[in-house]
């Protein structure tokens, strides 16, 4: 048996092939749905093990970043979302989804009720760039990459991570911080090591769980070696290009396999 994944979309949306690909290549069964489909049917998350919201512009971002999809996911799908979370599954949001992930009130605490947000950047432009990442603590997602500086692209309007001091304290005190922006000596820096100005230069967090991770880069971008802007370059040299991204859809895919395999 397959795990199977949930590519959840939404008018905007523009990283479900990217990311159902990614599952797909590591042995999920995929299935991508638009929110109106599950709103009609909401018994249908009961199918899977993953949900991943992707990057994108969900309703063109017109209120603020994955706002309207947020309310969306709160109005009609909250029972749902909560079981989903409650019997072990996992939730991933990528870029946009993250924005929806942390204006549910899915991510800090899975209460629904919104603690942090996701703003915009302090150069107030679009930023597509290459950033490192330290890698905080080892969870289901990181699986072998605990405490590394690992590369990943992102692409946002609006990704300054912003919370006020204490929700802060408590994510670094709860370790929910899995990502941060850093040099590639892996020590915090200012822009453009810090791509959006993110308080505590935070690029990705999980609930305390850790099954709901949240996070701006995008994995589903380096997913393979040539992906990484000197990735033929590097291996015309014989140097190693390692593709995270690939890492992340991989661990979360044996971790279900193996809550899975524990069922039978």
């Not at 107030?124 to 490192?132: D, G, N, P, Q």
């Not at 204490?166 to 590639?184: D, P």
């Not at 994995?219 to 040299?237: S, V």
Request: hydrophobic share 40%; with cysteine; net charge positive.
């Amino acid at each position: 048996m397959k795990p199977r994944v949930l590519i959840l979309r939404g008018p905007g949306t523009n990283c479900d092939v990217e990311t159902a690909h990614a599952f797909r290549e590591e042995g999920a069964w995929v299935e991508t749905l638009h929110i109106n489909q599950l709103r009609k049917d909401p018994a249908q998350l009961k199918k899977y093990s993953v949900c991943c919201i992707p990057g994108g512009f969900t309703y063109g971002d017109d209120i603020s970043a994955g706002k309207v999809f947020a309310n969306e996911l709160l109005i009609f799908l909250q029972h749902e979302l909560r079981r989903f979370v409650h019997q072990g599954k996992l939730i991933l949001g990528i870029c946009n989804g993250f924005q929806v992930l942390v204006k549910t009130g899915i991510l800090p605490d899975m209460d629904f009720t919104q603690k942090t947000t996701l703003s915009r950047n302090d150069s107030l432009k679009f930023e597509a760039r290459w950033v490192y990442l330290k890698v905080e603590r080892e969870t289901l997602w990181t699986k072998g990459l605990d405490q590394k500086v690992i590369m990943l692209p992102v692409a946002h309007g609006e990704g300054k991570f912003v919370a006020e001091s204490a929700v802060v304290r408590k994510l670094q005190e709860q370790k929910q911080v899995l990502f941060r922006y850093v040099n590639e000596a892996g020590r915090e820096g200012i822009y453009p090591e810090n791509p959006n100005g993110s308080v505590d230069a935070i690029a990705g967090i999980t609930d305390r769980t850790g099954r709901v991770l949240g996070l701006m880069p995008h994995p589903e971008r380096f997913f393979y070696a040539q992906q990484h802007p000197y990735g033929t370059l590097l291996q015309q040299n014989n140097e190693p290009v390692v593709p995270w991204g690939r890492l992340i859809f991989k661990n979360a895919l044996a971790y279900v396999k193996k809550a899975m395999n524990g069922k039978k």
